[in-house]
């Protein structure tokens, strides 16, 4: 029973099966001599629901292909549509608000903020969605305890063990209650029990009708996704589906029953107005 | 919003908090800025409350004959830094006095005429003892208690002065030396009067009765030749009709003058204003003084905050990844410098208080507090802190997130 006192999530003004589009996706580093290119001409097209492992050697454009997914960065030139809207038309202020509310991060070095408990950690996406504090405590340590991190609220991130770390990080991505779920190399960190732990979490997380999509070196776990993609040089060099479309999770249903146990239906209606 | 803005307020605490010393430190810097500044002003405030209390004293019914200063600001300035020009030159003569006089409405006229002359008695000689040069209507204006003695009177005005407290000390080396004499220029006079000790050194007439030697003008002037009249103090009848005779004044004067209106004719709280040059002077080399240290306190914040932004980079970036806009870092920082200024006001007003307090202990100031005050130290300090945290906060909320993440302690 994830984040009950969170609002649902609202429906999307399209329901659009591709979640994610990317076309002719370029991004360059430095000019001239100094040129090189993180992504040339790149093409991909991800659906709601999928599970996606991208590898490839280092420095083939997987981690700036999450960024520009992320909205963390730019490309150059090309087209990316998310959830059927292209992203250059899409002001600052209100990336950083999609940052907050549909886009979840986890990262290799987990990025936690050294100085905060591992409550307000996790709380951290929500003051930027701009919930008040005593939902934001609430949800993140509903969000803790999924991951068996209860206990832990109130421990600084020094204070846990790698795994744990990378727990909280997955916690803090999830929240929020995002529709992607972007992972650079997640168990890069960690030893194999902690490893396997965080895929099972993440599992979890896509059974739930999540879109996730993770770099990973590890060829071991591609056994977890829905799709993987070998990248080479800033372009897919294989692009395998071990599952058809018509079997993604659905999202929908599961949601909706969330929705109708949540109290909180004035301030989702509130906040969708917003939207 | 203003929720984002609360978060941000307790953000900005913890940080404070867990830099403690740092903290303290760059509230010190806006600290000693903002209590120079309170000093300042409690003691100008002080000043100037306690010329109106003295005229609210001597009544409401006054009117003061000024010369215009000839001379530039610059001039005059750097002759009173110096002391050369402590008696400035003056265009008001003995006619004007007797003129004055004839005024419709008015009770009495006191010229008053400073100088410094040398004056000695069998034993003792006093280099540069103050002279005022007025007449007996001077105490109808200006009531002096008088410790023995009578002060002059039209009948004996000729040879008899009053005295100082201080100055009998020095001069006679006591403090009842009435009936003795003394020698101003040749002459020889005989003292009738000493003042009772005076605590206020700071009056509209800009004297120090206690060191002064008091006699009348015109026996002044028949030794020194033409006397330097700083100001003739004027009482009406009523204190109803001072617009009026002030402008009779004004016109008399004028006329006495062929036409010249090189001198000022004021009433009520205008008496007030050039109490004291030299203060004013004092008090706003200080103020620039405070400026100053104002602006090193300030780019003390800035400092701090720019080191607080490098420091925390990698935070920046987390923050940013995970929905916070630049708007929001900005807000972040903005506040905490805010923060930072506002509570080293609040320690300035605290010291400069104190300060104040202290400095009334050796010094007749008492500190004037008022909310004007208060108002002006709480918005200098909310300045500064917005002049002095926008480039920092500017720079936090301009980085890469990427960069930022990449970045470590």
């Known amino acids: 029973m994830l984040i009950l006192s969170l609002p649902p999530k609202q429906p999307l003004i399209i329901m659009n099966e591709d979640i994610i589009k990317l076309t002719h996706l370029t991004k360059r580093y430095g000019y001239g001599d100094t040129e090189s290119f993180a992504l040339k001409d790149f093409n991909l097209t991800i659906k709601r629901g999928e599970f996606i492992m991208i590898m490839g050697p280092s420095g083939c454009g997987k981690t700036t292909l999450l960024n520009i997914i992320g909205l963390l960065d730019r490309a150059t030139s090309g087209e990316y549509l998310l959830n059927g809207e292209s992203v250059a038309n899409i002001s600052a202020r209100r990336q950083a608000r999609l940052r907050a509310k549909k886009i979840g991060f986890i990262f290799q070095n987990f990025n936690l903020i050294e100085d905060l408990p591992i409550l307000e950690n996790v709380a951290l996406p929500l003051v930027y969605v701009g919930y008040p504090r005593t939902v934001r405590l609430k949800s993140a340590s509903n969000a803790l305890s999924r991951f068996h991190l209860q206990e832990k609220e109130y421990y600084h991130p020094s204070q846990l063990s790698g795994g744990q770390q990378q727990r909280a990080a997955i916690a803090r991505a999830i929240v929020a209650d995002?529709?992607?779920?972007?992972a650079d190399e997640p168990t890069g960190n960690l030893d194999s029990r902690a490893s396997s732990i965080v895929m099972e979490e993440l599992k979890a997380i896509h059974a739930e009708g999540n879109t996730i999509i993770m770099v990973t070196h590890n060829p071991a776990l591609t056994t977890y996704a829905t799709r993987v993609i070998n990248m080479l040089d800033g372009s897919?060099?294989?692009?395998?589906?071990?599952?058809?479309?018509?079997?993604?999770?659905?999202?929908?249903?599961?949601?909706?029953?969330?929705?109708?146990?949540?109290?909180?239906t004035t301030k989702s209606a509130k906040t969708r107005r917003k939207k | 919003m203003s929720l984002l803005f609360r978060t941000h307020l307790s953000l900005a605490c913890a940080s404070i908090r867990e830099n403690r010393t740092r903290s303290f430190l760059t509230c010190l810097g806006i600290a000693i800025g903002i209590a120079s500044i309170i000093l300042?002003?409690?003691?100008?405030?002080?000043?100037?409350?306690?010329?109106?209390?003295?005229?609210?004293d001597v009544g409401a019914n006054l009117i003061v004959v000024r010369p215009s200063s000839t001379k530039d600001a610059v001039t005059s300035l750097v002759g009173e830094l110096t002391g050369t020009n402590s008696y400035q030159t003056s265009n008001l003569s003995l006619s004007d006095i007797q003129a004055l006089?004839?005024?419709?409405?008015?009770?009495?006229?006191?010229?008053?005429?400073?100088?410094?002359h040398t004056i000695t008695d069998e034993n003792n000689t006093i280099a540069s003892a103050t002279i005022l040069g007025t007449t007996p209507d001077f105490t109808a204006i200006n009531p002096l208690t008088l410790r023995y003695g009578s002060f002059i009177s039209n009948d004996n005005k000729s040879n008899s002065v009053v005295i100082g407290h201080m100055l009998s000390l020095l001069l006679f080396n006591t403090s009842n030396p009435v009936g003795r004499t003394l020698t101003f220029q040749g002459q020889r006079f005989i003292v009738i009067g000493v003042l009772e000790e005076i605590k206020d050194y700071i009056n509209f007439n800009n004297i120090d009765y206690d060191h002064a030697l008091i006699m009348d003008l015109e026996a002044l002037a028949a030794i020194t030749g033409d006397p330097q009249i700083q100001q003739i103090n004027v009482r009406t009848a009523t204190t109803g009709h001072l617009a009026t005779i002030a402008g009779d004044i004004k016109s008399v004067i004028t006329t006495n003058h062929s036409g010249?209106?090189?001198?000022?004719?004021s009433y009520g709280d205008a008496i007030t204003h050039p109490a004291s040059n030299l203060l004013n002077i004092i008090s706003g080399i200080l103020a620039i003084v405070a400026g100053i240290s104002l602006v090193v306190g300030g780019i003390g914040v800035m400092n701090i905050m720019l080191v607080s932004v490098a420091e925390r980079t990698h935070e920046i970036g987390i923050r940013k990844s995970v929905g916070a806009s630049s708007h929001a870092i900005l807000l972040q920082f903005m506040l905490e410098a805010l923060i930072l200024s506002m509570f080293g006001g609040f320690m300035g007003v605290v010291l400069g208080y104190i300060l104040a307090f202290l400095f009334s202990i050796i010094t007749p100031f008492t500190p004037y507090i008022s909310w004007q005050i208060l108002l002006v130290t709480f918005l200098t300090s909310i300045v500064v802190g917005i002049i002095f945290g926008t480039y920092p906060a500017l720079k936090a909320a301009s980085k890469n997130p990427i960069e930022s993440l990449k970045h470590y302690r």
């Open chain 1, 178 to 182: 995002p529709e992607i779920i972007l």
């Open chain 2, 260 to 265: 010249d209106t090189n001198f000022t004719v």
């Open chain 2, 40 to 56: 300042i002003l409690s003691l100008t405030g002080s000043i100037s409350h306690l010329i109106s209390r003295e005229i609210k």
């Open chain 2, 101 to 116: 006089s004839q005024v419709p409405g008015v009770t009495a006229v006191a010229p008053i005429s400073l100088s410094a």
């Open chain 1, 236 to 264: 897919i060099a294989t692009d395998i589906k071990t599952v058809s479309d018509q079997n993604l999770p659905k999202s929908s249903t599961s949601k909706s029953k969330k929705r109708k146990k949540s109290p909180k």
